[in-house]
């Protein structure tokens, strides 16, 4: 295993033998054993290594291993191959870490993910979508209101959401996968919330209705719809907007924005979906989106993005518990004991002020 781990973080680092060997000053044929098994690093090289790759040493010992099945990618055609093994490489690494942390919990703290009992044995059009997605929400007790953190949501219904920080130059934007059998989702950090939220909505889809949907559905435009759906429903929408439109305020998108936690763009959609709009009007203000070049960079305050707390909060809880000590909680959160010991005193500050 130690000699996978090297090779895996090599090519999560996006580095060649010969790179690698040039960063940390020894042959490429050295480089190459050592992924073999056929020659052990000194510690020096080690430490040189972990430094070239971006990891901690700890990472080359970690007892955990992970196996990614059932991917399902929402990225550009032209993706790198070099882009997604240092997204894999991320992702393994934040997964071995929560199921590291987990193996320290005598029962799991976390919601066992489970579909709804509502979802439809089969989905004959899209139109199904929008009655599916409400009567998950209702089956979730989500109301029709705006969902203000999705993350949240997700991960208290069992659905493990991880970020990648990985630059991606704009050709990823999430996957869903099971990881050793538990249902992950991963989204990239480098987005604006409304852009991650549609993200994770759209993988949800894949996650519920991947073997209900009808032949001559699209998955990818049935999971498209079905996030619309989830995080606006046509109540919403129509309440909004009105039931018939025949134009926008910019700024009136703007507020929908940030009240929805939704592109100016696919609150369009949703408009034209719930038939407030026609075709026409659709096409010429998506027209206006690029004429304008605000299909990328929409005008006005960009809609915070999300992040997962949940991991760092089970760290903090388990050692409370007594379940782990400070060492490995550090070494969990990837932090130096120091930086640790600064943390967990601001968190006790913070505690006794409250």
Same mark, same amino acid.
């Given at each position: 295993?130690?000699?996978?781990?090297?090779?895996?973080?090599?090519?999560?680092?996006?580095?060649?033998?010969?790179? =690698?060997?040039? !960063? @940390?000053? %020894?042959?490429?044929?050295?480089?190459?054993?050592?992924?073999?098994?056929?020659?052990?690093?000194?510690? =020096?090289?080690?430490?040189?290594?972990?430094?070239?790759?971006?990891?901690?040493?700890?990472?080359?010992?970690?007892?955990?291993? @992970?196996?990614?099945?059932?991917?399902?990618?929402?990225?550009?055609? /032209?993706?790198?191959?070099?882009?997604?093994?240092? %997204?894999?490489?991320?992702?393994?690494?934040?997964?071995?870490?929560?199921?590291?942390?987990?193996?320290?919990?005598? =029962?799991?703290?976390?919601?066992?993910?489970?579909?709804?009992?509502?979802?439809?044995?089969? %989905?004959? /059009? &899209?139109?199904?979508?929008?009655?599916?997605?409400?009567?998950?929400?209702?089956?979730?007790?989500? $109301?029709?209101?705006?969902?203000?953190?999705? %993350?949240?949501?997700?991960?208290?219904?069992?659905? /493990?959401?991880?970020? =990648?920080?990985?630059?991606?130059?704009?050709?990823?934007?999430?996957?869903?996968?099971?990881? /050793? $059998?538990?249902?992950?989702?991963?989204?990239?950090?480098?987005?604006?919330?409304?852009?991650?939220?549609?993200?994770?909505?759209?993988?949800? $889809?894949?996650?519920?209705?991947?073997?209900?949907?009808?032949?001559?559905?699209?998955?990818? @435009?049935?999971?498209?719809?079905?996030?619309?759906?989830?995080?606006?429903?046509?109540?919403?929408?129509?309440?909004?907007?009105?039931? *018939?439109?025949?134009?926008?305020?910019?700024?009136?998108?703007?507020?929908?924005?940030?009240?929805?936690?939704?592109?100016?763009?696919?609150?369009?959609?949703?408009? &034209?979906?719930?038939?407030? !709009?026609?075709?026409?009007?659709? *096409?010429?203000?998506?027209? @206006?989106?690029?004429?304008?070049?605000?299909?990328?960079?929409?005008?006005?305050?960009?809609?915070?993005?999300?992040?997962?707390?949940?991991?760092?909060?089970?760290?903090?809880?388990?050692?409370?518990?007594?379940?782990?000590?400070?060492? *490995?909680?550090?070494?969990?959160?990837?932090?130096?004991?120091?930086?640790?010991?600064?943390?967990? *005193?601001?968190?006790?500050?913070?505690?006794?002020?409250?």
């Amino acid at each position: 295993m130690f000699e996978e781990r090297l090779a895996r973080a090599r090519k999560a680092a996006g580095l060649s033998l010969r790179e =690698t060997a040039t !960063i @940390v000053g %020894i042959s490429q044929t050295a480089v190459q054993k050592f992924e073999k098994g056929l020659l052990t690093p000194s510690s =020096t090289h080690l430490l040189n290594l972990s430094k070239a790759y971006g990891v901690r040493t700890e990472y080359f010992f970690r007892p955990f291993e @992970v196996e990614i099945t059932e991917v399902e990618y929402r990225k550009r055609a /032209n993706t790198p191959k070099k882009l997604l093994n240092k %997204i894999e490489g991320d992702v393994r690494d934040q997964a071995e870490r929560w199921l590291e942390l987990m193996s320290f919990y005598p =029962t799991p703290p976390v919601s066992t993910f489970q579909l709804p009992d509502c979802l439809p044995a089969q %989905i004959s /059009n &899209y139109t199904d979508l929008e009655k599916t997605a409400e009567c998950i929400r209702a089956e979730w007790t989500l $109301g029709l209101n705006p969902i203000p953190h999705l %993350i949240d949501t997700f991960e208290a219904r069992g659905l /493990n959401v991880i970020t =990648t920080a990985v630059q991606n130059q704009a050709k990823f934007d999430g996957l869903a996968a099971n990881i /050793n $059998g538990l249902p992950f989702l991963i989204v990239s950090s480098q987005w604006p919330g409304d852009r991650q939220r549609f993200t994770l909505a759209h993988e949800l $889809g894949h996650r519920l209705l991947t073997k209900r949907l009808s032949p001559e559905l699209n998955e990818e @435009v049935a999971c498209n719809h079905f996030a619309g759906a989830f995080l606006m429903p046509k109540k919403m929408v129509l309440e909004a907007l009105g039931e *018939k439109r025949h134009s926008f305020e910019l700024q009136e998108l703007a507020l929908l924005k940030q009240e929805f936690g939704m592109s100016m763009q696919s609150i369009l959609y949703r408009a &034209y979906q719930c038939d407030v !709009i026609g075709e026409s009007l659709h *096409k010429r203000l998506f027209m @206006v989106f690029s004429k304008n070049r605000w299909r990328k960079n929409e005008p006005g305050e960009p809609y915070p993005s999300e992040d997962s707390l949940l991991f760092r909060q089970l760290v903090f809880r388990a050692l409370g518990e007594g379940y782990l000590g400070s060492s *490995k909680a550090a070494e969990l959160l990837c932090q130096s004991l120091s930086k640790f010991h600064q943390d967990q *005193k601001l968190s006790l500050t913070d505690a006794t002020a409250s």
